[in-house]
C-alpha cells in the first residue's frame, strides 16, 4: 500500500533556530495536512494545503509557520524561530480527508 | 470554538469483552467524522462517516454517527489485546480542517 513518509525522523534544535520537516505524501494525492502533538497530548491541526495554496489553518499556525511545496512531490513545513513549546511530534497526512499519516518527525528543542 | 469529546477517557477489559467509545462535538459547518486508531506513533485510518443513521463496519469494528444528537460511536466487539490502543475521533469542518477529541485509551488484558 502507497504510504506517506516523513524526514527527519527526530530533530533536535536549539530554540530561536529554523527547522524544515519533510513529506512525501501519496502521489497523485492533492491534499495535504500538517499536525502537531505534544507528548500525552491530543493531535492538532496545523494547516490543510490543497491546489499549492494553503486551504486552512489554526490560530497556532502564526507567522513563525510555513508550508510549501518546492518541487511537486515534497511539502514542507518550516518554523522559523523555534520556542520550547514547539516541542512536539509533527504529523504530515495525505489525502482529502486526511485519511493517510506519515510516521511523523519528533521535534525537539533545548 | 469547535470542540470535540471523547468518552470515556479511560477503559480497561478482559479480551473478548465489548466497548462503546463515545465522540460528541460542537463543530459549525460539519464536514466529516473520522475514526484513527493510535498505537505507537501516527494515527491509523478506521473509518469516515458523513451521513446519520449509516453503519459503517471492518471487522469487529463499527461505527455509527449520529448528525442531530451530535455524536458518533466506535464499537469494537470481542476485544483482543491487540486492540489496546488510543481511539481518536475527528471532526471535519469548514474546508479541510480537522478538530481532534483527546483520544480514549483502551486497554484489553488477556
Known amino acids: 500500500e502507497p504510504e506517506v513518509t516523513q524526514t527527519p525522523s527526530h530533530q533536535v534544535t536549539q530554540m530561536g533556530q529554523e527547522v524544515i520537516l519533510r513529506c512525501v505524501p501519496i502521489?497523485?494525492?492533492?491534499?495535504f495536512y500538517w499536525y502537531r502533538q505534544i507528548l500525552g497530548q491530543k493531535v492538532e491541526f496545523l494547516v490543510s494545503?490543497?491546489?499549492?495554496?494553503?486551504?486552512?489553518k489554526s490560530e497556532i499556525f502564526d507567522d513563525q509557520f510555513s508550508v510549501e511545496r518546492p518541487d511537486g512531490s515534497n511539502f514542507t513545513l518550516k518554523i522559523r524561530s523555534t520556542k520550547l513549546e514547539d516541542s512536539a511530534m509533527y504529523f504530515c497526512?495525505?489525502?482529502?480527508?486526511?485519511?493517510?499519516f506519515g510516521p511523523g518527525t519528533r521535534l525537539t528543542v533545548t | 470554538e469547535d470542540k470535540v469529546v471523547q468518552s470515556p477517557l479511560s477503559l480497561v477489559v478482559h479480551e473478548g469483552d465489548t466497548v462503546t467509545l463515545n465522540c460528541s462535538y460542537e463543530v459549525t459547518n460539519f464536514r466529516s467524522l473520522l475514526w484513527y486508531k493510535q498505537e505507537k506513533k501516527a494515527p491509523t485510518f478506521l473509518f469516515m462517516l458523513?451521513?446519520?443513521?449509516i453503519e459503517k463496519k471492518s471487522g469487529r469494528l463499527s461505527s455509527i454517527l449520529d448528525k442531530k444528537e451530535l455524536f458518533s460511536i466506535l464499537n469494537i466487539t470481542a476485544t483482543q489485546t491487540g486492540d489496546s490502543a488510543i481511539y481518536l475521533c475527528?471532526?471535519?469542518?469548514?474546508?479541510?480542517?480537522?478538530?481532534f477529541g483527546t483520544g480514549t485509551r483502551l486497554k484489553v488484558l488477556a
Open positions: 502521489s497523485n494525492h492533492l491534499y
Open positions: 458523513t451521513s446519520s443513521g
Open positions: 497526512a495525505s489525502s482529502e480527508h486526511s485519511r493517510y
Open positions: 494545503f490543497y491546489n499549492n495554496e494553503i486551504s486552512e
Open positions: 475527528a471532526w471535519g469542518s469548514g474546508t479541510y480542517k480537522y478538530i
